[in-house]
């Protein structure tokens, strides 16, 4: 029997110190743990990002980043704070160590990540999973006998630059001009649910975008209440991110159910 190739390590789950970076150095640990300041503090720009991290990495590392924005990026940049910090979390970060930390890879990439005469799989197109091509009402992808996908709404906490539903999410770049969500979501709602209530084969939805968590409260209680009344939906859940993007505090406000 072959050992095991990799060692691994129990470590303590701990926050980051974000106050390594300078442009966070006076930041509360009651601002942080608020994901209304988090929303409020996200990076959507390389101006905003410079401003975090200061001369802690090399302005070549901004040109390589505008560079992938300018002619390459898929999504437009959105980092909350928390996911941020998840990057180079146990040091100081410079030049060397933020280029080659994972998450900022695809969370945050360059033009020097991509191959620039392949910067994609060679299948890849905007909507690689046709989801869009599946529609059966605004939103709703039946792809499989018995489980539906529902995109409520085009936004996320957080934009990842791997993305599969760039085609729709997220604002348009150079490269990618999304699609746009046409009908008031009380109207995409409910003709979702009138899908739904006419194929009973559908016992599963997964409720997604997007991200729930943009979704505005009332409005997702309203949906979930609805997927409830439909007898033949058994499985319901929720897609999100933001319980990994946003400050911990948002937690007991995230369900997954069946019934």
């Known amino acids: 029997m072959s050992e095991q190739p990799y060692e691994y390590q129990r470590r303590e789950l701990v926050e980051p110190d ?22 409020v503090n996200c990076v959507k720009n390389v ?17 390589d980043l505008e560079a992938d924005q300018e002619r390459l990026a898929t999504m437009s940049m959105l980092l909350p704070p928390q996911m941020l910090n998840t990057m ?3 040091a100081v970060p410079d030049t060397a160590s ?21 910067p994609s799989h060679p ?23 018995t ?14 630059g791997h993305c599969t539903r760039m085609d729709l999410v997220g604002n348009s770049t150079p490269t990618v001009p999304k699609l746009k969500l046409i ?28 991200d729930v968590a943009n979704v505005p409260w009332k409005q997702l209680e309203a949906y979930l209440m609805g997927l409830l009344s439909v007898p033949t939906v058994r499985d319901i859940r929720l897609a999100t991110k933001a319980l990994m993007g946003l400050s911990l505090c948002i937690r007991d406000r995230a ?5």
């Open 255 to 259: 369900c997954t159910g069946s019934r």
């Open 147 to 160: 489980k539906v996908l529902a995109e409520l709404l085009s936004t996320c906490p957080q934009y990842c």
């Open 88 to 90: 180079v979390p146990h």
């Open 183 to 210: 009908q008031k979501p009380v109207d995409r709602y409910a003709a979702h649910l009138d899908y739904l209530k006419t194929h009973p084969g559908v016992r599963d939805v997964v409720v997604s975008g997007g």
């Open 98 to 118: 933020f280029y080659t930390d994972p998450v900022r890879r695809y969370m945050l990439p360059v033009a020097t990540d991509r191959h620039l005469d392949w």
């Open 47 to 63: 101006k905003q990002l410079r401003a975090v991290l200061g001369d802690l990495v090399d302005e070549s590392f901004y040109a």
């Open 18 to 39: 974000w106050t390594r970076f300078p442009g966070w150095r006076d930041v509360t640990a009651a601002q942080w743990q608020s994901a209304q300041w988090q929303r």
């Open 123 to 145: 299948n890849a197109s905007r909507d690689s999973l046709h989801e869009h091509d599946m529609w059966v009402a605004e939103g709703l992808t039946h792809r499989y006998p």
